[in-house]
């Protein structure tokens, strides 16, 4: 079974253009193609950004926040009580009165010392804003760093200005070394972000909305290594990093209440974030998935509805966060 799967995933026709096969992707003649087999490195990439992520927030994010103003609050942690603890991750962490009353003589205890419990164990599910601080340190250390590497690594690449050259002699389009780390660097840092959904602090308004489009990422970013479109793969990689740290950096400014540096680094963010992701992206990534691959092909492979069918989706995270953006761009200048 698994060996069917794995022929019909690989079959050249979802990936391949007519009359090319896996074996013409053999390096030959100077030209280097990327290989599945070495996706296989980003999962050791993203523990060593891990471990990257460990010393960076504890030996430079701290520091960094005590120089803020920011203090480490410590939380006072309620006495061990396995009833409460089970009623707490099984029930509810909010009970009613009369579900305290019950607790209460359940523990023989009164129900002001459960009530105190509940809360105090409330509490410690709420991440300090010390806390909060090192994580959009780490995000804003890896997005400004992977958006400067990347102009470094595009900005004397002609596709980097003509979009149509990211087809021109597609498929047998040779990898550049720097292409390789950055695919790598960047697939790492979206499984990093999902081995780490579970400890980071909890987002209600769009937490599933970043598992999907970690999930997206990794997958359209791996499928564009596989069918060797990584000359587009780059520029939306680019795209999307050259907005957010903006948005990490306003946070961070946020959370030490420097007030006017946050809104100046948030309007920043914003028109970054409709000139990439919403004028860029649509009209310059997808115009060129979309639209111009026509021209080079009258039968377009399963490949193209399936990678195009990822970026949509991307974009439509995009409109949703673009919307998200606008009211409290709207909330700023009308409610002050």
């Not at 909010?94 to 010392?113: D, F, W």
């Not at 419990?117 to 994580?135: A, D, G, M, S, Y």
């Not at 400014?253 to 963010?269: Q, R, V």
């Not at 970054?272 to 979309?290: C, D, G, K, S, V």
Request: proline share 5%; aromatic share 20%.
């Amino acid at each position: 079974i698994l060996k069917t799967l794995n022929s019909w995933f690989w079959w050249e026709n979802i990936w391949m253009p007519i009359n090319c096969t896996w074996e013409h992707f053999v390096d030959r003649d100077g030209l280097v193609f990327p290989k599945p087999h070495q996706l296989y490195a980003t999962i050791p990439c993203a523990f060593v950004l891990l471990i990257i992520r460990f010393f960076s927030e504890r030996y430079v994010a701290i520091p960094l926040a005590k120089a803020l103003g920011i203090k480490n609050v410590r939380r006072v942690k309620p006495q061990p009580n396995p009833v409460l603890e089970s009623y707490f991750r099984e029930c509810s962490k909010h009970p009613s009165q009369s579900e305290i009353q019950g607790l209460a003589k359940k523990c023989n205890c009164t129900v002001r010392l459960v009530e105190k419990w509940f809360r105090r164990r409330r509490n410690l599910e709420i991440p300090t804003v010390l806390r909060k601080f090192q994580e959009a340190f780490w995000r804003f250390s890896f997005y400004l760093t992977s958006s400067i590497a990347g102009f470094i690594f595009l900005y004397d690449k002609p596709w980097f200005y003509d979009i149509w050259q990211t087809w021109v002699g597609y498929p047998f389009q040779t990898l550049l070394p720097s292409q390789y780390w950055y695919y790598m660097a960047e697939i790492g840092f979206y499984w990093s972000l999902l081995f780490t959904l579970g400890i980071d602090n909890k987002r209600k308004a769009d937490f599933l909305a970043h598992v999907i489009h970690h999930l997206a990422a990794i997958g359209l970013m791996s499928g564009s290594w596989c069918g060797n479109y990584v000359r587009l793969g780059t520029l939306v990689m680019f795209v999307h990093d050259t907005a957010d740290f903006w948005l990490e950096a306003a946070k961070m400014f946020n959370y030490a209440h420097w007030e006017k540096t946050c809104n100046m680094l948030f309007i920043i963010f914003s028109i970054a974030f409709f000139i990439t992701r919403i004028i860029l992206f649509p009209f310059w990534i997808l115009r060129a998935t979309l639209y111009q691959p026509t021209y080079y092909s009258t039968t377009p492979v399963i490949a193209y509805f399936l990678f195009n069918g990822q970026l949509l989706i991307l974009q439509g995270l995009h409109l949703y966060w673009g919307y998200l953006i606008f009211k409290i761009l709207r909330r700023f200048i009308f409610l002050k």
